[in-house]
């Protein structure tokens, strides 16, 4: 069963928050979302920090 966390995030290019829903059920991730205001593609990492939670990094393409 796929589960989707909500999550607000600052977009690297132009700061605004956003409301983004993630699937953590798929485990270590990456992927590419388009910023809902400045359409820039933003980068989202999502692993398993050292006591086992997911979480998720948010990066410009750039970087």
Do not use: H, W
Not at 9 to 37: F, H, K, M, N, W
Not at 39 to 58: M, S, Y
């Amino acid at each position: 069963m796929r589960e989707l966390d909500e999550l607000i995030i600052s977009c690297p290019y132009c700061g605004e928050a956003l409301d983004v829903l993630v699937d953590t059920s798929a485990g270590g991730q990456q992927y590419y979302e388009d910023c809902a205001v400045c359409c820039a593609p933003i980068l989202f990492i999502v692993q398993e920090d050292g006591n086992g939670e997911l979480v998720v990094d948010v990066k410009r393409d750039d970087e």
